[in-house]
């Protein structure tokens, strides 16, 4: 495991963080000096971009995974890549020097473009270069720095051992630094809950420029960046994360079911059994229009899709036992290992190697994308699930999808308030809506967003209520945003209540303790109860 940076770099941060100064039209080119000047900062200027930069443009793309953002008029003045932690303790402190703000990316996919977006004048800490994996088969745990994907992440692992999984998220260019710090879940959690429920330790840059571990910050904020959000409260530098057990061999299938096969009465019996079944098994629903392969005309598909840790001459028996309506049968399953299970689930060519695992670049190349959330309580009728279908064949919807994934098993036996993410007990499953479309403009962006609010308001009546529930990594500004300048917790509330339930009063509390001026922050960040007045 790494070691923490010396004291003096700590007390040389805090010497010069004596003031916080708006932003001035050559605050960029101080900041870049202030950077160069910056104590042990060894070979920063490799890895510091600004607009006159040859290469800025080409890394500030390199991680846009949306291209709502990919031509956003607002664009960071400055670039860091950072090679070691001593480059994010200097951002931070001369970004507060000079008064720039900091948005971090580790992958890029912040479904809002909050990690490379900001209507001020801001710097872009991208840890692209810290993503350095180190796994210890004997003690099951890896250190991960914040900068690696999963894709990275699961390759590691894969080759130290064929036994060992991490329980997160299915697409494989996502970022650990996000994903970790909102939660982070998979086809793993209802037997091992969320990523963030297996963090060991966490190594964290906070507005002092200090580099804290667990022991270092306190209970409190390791509480928080594990669910809450890392962006709030400083930049999260590294996961020490814990492996969990897999088998050699799993059991994998995809299988769809179209409305005119009864896909209705098989999700009606999937959401009364889904979060019920063995936590070895998952099995989620992903919705879309397809084209009927038996009358050529358009139609909804429901694929279920699953991952059950073990043998299929155990699975069919239990399905059939526990779940006929599928109708699952042994040749549409497969077994394979673990993370051969990953590229099943990533949509990858079957057979294909593992080593596209380290490809950072999106599977299916980028498009405009928008998304939203909710939390399912009680089963949806089958006269609600009917009323979702018209929505298919609207004409935005050709790329558009909507995904239930089931709860229970360990997810039940967390309580809400071990960490910031509180959608356990009582939650059957998720939704997530998607909707993606190729058309350029504000007027085909408009048609596609108005499309997925307006499924959104339909659904309203059938989903988590007091408040409408939503999840932190599938970000949503529509849910409310925070004011500009210095927001109020009041306002705040508004989403903070819908990502984390009554746990945004203890995340406000860790703010105001560790962030008093609320340095880091964007539309939805964590604000302190009062804000100190900036210097």
Request: with cysteine.
């Amino acid at each position: 495991m790494k070691r923490l940076s010396s004291s003096f770099f700590a007390v040389m941060a805090i010497a010069l963080l004596f003031s916080l100064t708006p932003a001035s039209a050559d605050s960029h080119e101080k900041f870049v000096q202030c950077l160069y000047d910056y104590p042990e900062n060894i070979s920063i200027s490799s890895v510091v971009y600004t607009q006159t930069n040859s290469s800025y443009t080409s890394v500030l793309d390199v991680s846009i995974q949306n291209l709502r953002f990919f031509n956003a008029t607002s664009k960071p003045v400055v670039i860091v890549t950072p090679l070691v932690v001593s480059h994010v303790q200097a951002s931070i402190i001369c970004a507060q020097r000079h008064g720039l703000q900091i948005r971090t990316r580790s992958g890029g996919h912040d479904y809002e473009g909050l990690s490379y977006v900001a209507g001020i004048p801001f710097v872009v800490v991208d840890l692209i270069k810290m993503r350095e994996i180190v796994v210890d088969v004997e003690n099951s745990t890896a250190w991960v720095q914040a900068g690696a994907t999963l894709g990275e992440l699961y390759y590691t692992i894969s080759q130290k051992s064929n036994t060992l999984g991490f329980p997160a998220g299915v697409c494989p260019t996502v970022g650990v630094g996000g994903h970790i710090s909102g939660g982070g879940y998979g086809f793993l959690m209802r037997h091992y809950a969320l990523a963030a429920d297996n963090v060991i330790d966490v190594h964290i840059v906070d507005v002092n420029g200090k580099l804290l571990d667990k022991k270092t910050m306190g209970d409190d904020l390791f509480w928080a960046i594990r669910g809450g959000g890392g962006a709030s409260f400083g930049i999260v530098v590294a996961w020490i994360v814990k492996l969990v057990p897999v088998p050699s061999t799993v059991t994998v299938f995809r299988v769809p079911r179209l409305v005119e096969e009864n896909a209705t009465g098989i999700i009606h019996k999937w959401q009364r059994v889904a979060s019920k079944l063995n936590e070895s098994l998952t099995i989620r629903i992903n919705m879309a229009r397809v084209n009927s392969s038996q009358s050529g005309n358009l139609t909804v598909q429901a694929q279920f899709e699953s991952l059950y840790l073990g043998r299929v001459d155990d699975l069919i028996p239990y399905l059939q036992k526990n779940f006929p309506e599928l109708g699952l049968v042994k040749e549409e399953c497969t077994e394979m290992s673990w993370i051969e299970s990953i590229l099943f689930m990533g949509g990858f060519t079957n057979g294909e190697s593992t080593d596209v695992l380290l490809n950072r670049t999106q599977l299916n190349g980028l498009s405009f994308f928008k998304a939203k959330s909710d939390y399912v309580r009680d089963p949806i009728p089958d006269v609600g699930l009917e009323g979702l279908w018209p929505f298919f064949f609207e004409d935005e919807a050709q790329n558009a999808f909507v995904q239930f994934t089931p709860y229970g098993g360990r997810m039940d036996q967390i309580p809400e308030s071990e960490t910031p993410f509180p959608h356990r007990a009582g939650n059957i499953f998720h939704i997530q809506y998607g909707v993606s479309w190729f058309e350029k403009g504000d007027v085909a962006a408009q048609r596609h967003v108005n499309w997925i609010r307006r499924l959104y308001n339909y659904t309203e009546a059938y989903v988590s209520k007091n408040p409408r529930s939503a999840y932190l990594n599938y970000r949503d500004l529509d849910i409310g945003v925070n004011n500009k300048g210095d927001t109020s917790f009041s306002q705040a509330s508004i989403w903070g209540f819908k990502y984390f339930s009554n746990n945004f009063n203890r995340l406000a509390r860790v703010k105001t303790r560790v962030d008093p001026r609320n340095f880091f922050r964007n539309e939805q960040s964590v604000p302190p109860l009062v804000v100190k007045g900036r210097k």
